[in-house]
């Protein structure tokens, strides 16, 4: 058997789509932490067997940490998501559950053709690490994110072995700047906009002492397989008012562009600071997201760019 995990801060719509979307391609369990108690999907999965709720309130984090993590500061995002995840692994191993992966809800795991339990009951690996794929947005609004994307960035060496992938990687980028691809450097050299470590699924039998956001931290050396062909689509940055919403909250409007190393970070918060349109913003967030269909051809050419289409049916 199969879990997911997730911590999440979502709409209705994205959760219930983040759901039925998994449960629907062969997870066999969902564990939900709410990050706000006041989640409008909470209580939302009750009927349904195949989801485990929980409402991260504060009760829950005086009793819920686990007596090794109570150094751990739930303040911060990403100490809940460890906390949250290691308690969804305990509990995943009381179920019988053999596979569990922690996820963002605006992640979704693909095999394609492949059935993710088939690949799992024939590997000798204990940790499989997936193939990322970072969603190109082509629209300002959405209704559902994951239908209404079908255009990804991917690395070209993603069939290569580990040692090459790197070099490869840079020679392609090096390639598309040369031929006269533009819009996806807007600002910087980085291909990929958000996190470019993808994330893992592990053994629940590992001796694993708290699962980290990208993997577990075991307390002995395990080897760490990158399938070639499981991906996991990472849908950043879909929509403009989310976007904006997002880099608000994470400037806060404390920072100084000076205080970041991060090229589009210091961009944001020099224009944030400024005071712009909304003609401003809308045409900021095009230039750092969307990818003009010139550029997009001369990608694809490359192996940089990948359109995967998920039937509706599946949300």
């Not at 409402?55 to 751990?72: M, N, R």
């Not at 996190?195 to 699924?201: D, L, N």
């Not at 929509?239 to 205080?259: A, I, N, V």
Request: proline share 5%; aromatic share 14%; charged share 30%.
């Amino acid at each position: 058997m199969i879990a997911i995990t997730t911590t999440l801060k979502s709409t209705p719509e994205q959760t219930s789509a983040f759901v039925r979307y998994h449960l629907n391609t062969g997870i066999d369990h969902i564990f939900l932490f709410f990050d706000d108690p006041n989640d409008e999907s909470i209580g939302r999965f009750d009927s349904e067997t195949r989801v485990t709720e929980t409402v991260c309130d504060k009760d829950y984090w005086k009793t819920g940490i686990p007596e090794h993590l109570s150094g751990f500061d739930p303040a911060y995002l990403v100490y809940r998501q460890r906390i949250n995840a290691t308690n969804a692994l305990h509990w995943a191993r009381e179920k019988g559950i053999e596979w569990i992966c922690h996820i963002d809800v605006d992640e979704l795991i693909y095999t394609g053709r492949r059935s993710l339990k088939n690949y799992l009951q024939q590997t000798p690996f204990c940790i499989i690490r997936f193939t990322l794929l970072e969603v190109v947005p082509e629209k300002f609004e959405y209704k559902n994110i994951f239908a209404e994307n079908s255009l990804f960035k991917m690395p070209a060496a993603h069939k290569f072995p580990t040692t090459l992938r790197y070099p490869w990687n840079s020679l392609m980028l090096k390639i598309a700047k040369f031929i006269g691809v533009q819009s996806p450097f807007f600002v910087t050299n980085r291909y990929f906009r958000a996190h470019t470590k993808s994330k893992v699924i592990v053994r629940t039998d590992l001796d694993i002492k708290d699962m980290r956001i990208h993997g577990p931290e075991c307390t002995k050396s395990c080897f760490e397989y990158r399938a070639r062909k499981l991906f996991l689509l990472h849908y950043d940055s879909c929509g403009y008012q989310f976007w904006l919403d997002r880099w608000r909250f994470k400037l806060g409007g404390s920072e100084k562009p000076k205080q970041s190393k991060q090229e589009v970070t210091r961009y944001m918060m020099s224009l944030l600071a400024g005071s712009p349109s909304d003609e401003e913003l809308r045409d900021a967030y095009e230039k750092l997201h969307f990818i003009t269909p010139k550029d997009q051809r001369k990608l694809r050419r490359l192996g940089l760019i990948k359109k995967i289409d998920l039937p509706e049916t599946l949300f």
